[in-house]
């Protein structure tokens, strides 16, 4: 795992709502269309070919927007199970707070604690990186 990958945690979890918007949004002009069945399809044979075309860019953003959303889980998970493998307690906080709740650095230092400052914090993070990144 590498650092680019963590700093980007909090922006996956927010692309992944708006994807999940997305796709709600286009399923909705779907079931909008008229001779449109929930599925996506027409309804009939004798639909206009400008709602088939429609239909077809609609299905096509979903498919889109999903494959998108299936790649942005994958790398939460992906990150997750990095951060749950941290053995130290103290180290996994740091990453918590850091990654998942996108704390700055001195916000992290004064969470945890115990005399910690913003350089200890930063350098326990980077010292596991080094021996336990990518």
């Not at 429609?54 to 959303?69: F, H, N």
């Not at 604690?113 to 913003?118: A, F, I, V």
């Amino acid at each position: 795992m590498d650092f680019q990958r963590l700093e980007n945690f909090r922006y996956l979890k927010k692309a992944k709502e708006i994807c999940e918007s997305q796709i709600r949004e286009v399923i909705r002009s779907l079931g909008e269309l008229p001779g449109v069945n929930p599925g996506g399809t027409p309804a009939g044979g004798n639909r206009l070919s400008v709602q088939e075309r429609a239909v077809e860019r609609l299905e096509s953003l979903r498919r889109m927007y999903e494959y998108r959303l299936e790649r942005y889980q994958k790398e939460l998970i992906e990150v997750e199970a990095f951060i749950d493998g941290i053995d130290n307690v103290l180290t996994q906080q740091v990453f918590i707070l850091r990654f998942v709740k996108g704390y700055s650095w001195p916000k992290v230092a004064m969470e945890i604690g115990g005399g910690n400052t913003e350089d200890s914090v930063r350098k326990v993070c980077s010292r596991y990186l080094e021996k336990h990144g990518d």
